[in-house]
């Protein structure tokens, strides 16, 4: 008898895992190099707090501004597509059948088969099977801009409230070596639970965020330092 059961697909996760990632990853990068280089130049502590807090609302608006019109421009093309497919269907409808047809035959089907397939299909949802296997637009696939800006705003402020928490509870003299050590650590951690959330390799995703979080955070204090 079939048992029926349940596959969790890390790739399901893509979309957001992506916009939240990249707003993490921005928020502690961005906002910890800012303090940094505020720090650096010998600012005071009310400086650097204004300058982290102001870097917070700006960095999370433009995450959100720039997902919001990034998907949006995929939406649209996705939409236009379905536009397109629509007509083509209403207008070649057997060449539109054909088409699918050798699809289904290139991916391992004999000619008999593909077309059984391709007419069943057709004769189920013509459209749904032409955007998924001709043009790969899937439910996984599309686009949702509200959920990647609002993704990628929350994930900044999070990210970049990491580093501000770590100037309000340290000494001011020790203001530079405590948000870098934080700041590293959340690295760390973001990396690692990226990569555990995704399916790949600890490790690597660990270091990979670390090495570049820093370097960018190293840079800004010497620029800062410089000034």
Request: hydrophobic share 50%; aromatic share 6%.
């Amino acid at each position: 008898m079939y048992r029926a059961h349940k596959e969790h697909h890390k790739s399901q996760k893509v979309g957001w895992l992506r916009a939240a990632v990249m707003g993490a990853n921005d928020g502690v990068v961005s906002t910890a190099a800012l303090i940094l280089g505020v720090a650096a130049s010998g600012s005071s502590e009310t400086a650097i707090l204004l300058a982290g807090s102001s870097g917070l609302v700006a960095g999370a608006m433009s995450m959100a501004a720039g997902e919001y019109v990034s998907v949006s421009s995929q939406a649209d093309t996705q939409k236009a597509d379905v536009a397109q497919e629509k007509e083509a269907l209403k207008e070649n409808p057997e060449e539109e059948f054909e088409e699918l047809a050798e699809i289904y035959k290139k991916r391992g089907l004999d000619d008999q088969l593909a077309r059984e397939v391709a007419q069943q299909l057709m004769d189920k949802d013509a459209l749904r099977t032409h955007m998924r296997d001709e043009i790969g637009i899937t439910e996984v696939a599309g686009a949702s801009p509200l959920s990647a800006a609002g993704s990628s705003a929350l994930a900044f402020v999070v990210g970049a409230g990491l580093p501000l928490l770590s100037v309000w509870l340290s000494p001011a003299e020790y203001t530079q070596v405590a948000v870098a050590i934080f700041s590293v650590v959340f690295l760390m951690i973001l990396g690692g639970l990226a990569a555990y959330t995704g399916g790949a390799n600890i490790l690597k995703g660990t270091l990979r965020v670390t090495f570049w979080g820093s370097m960018a955070m190293i840079v800004t204090t010497g620029i800062g330092t410089l000034f």
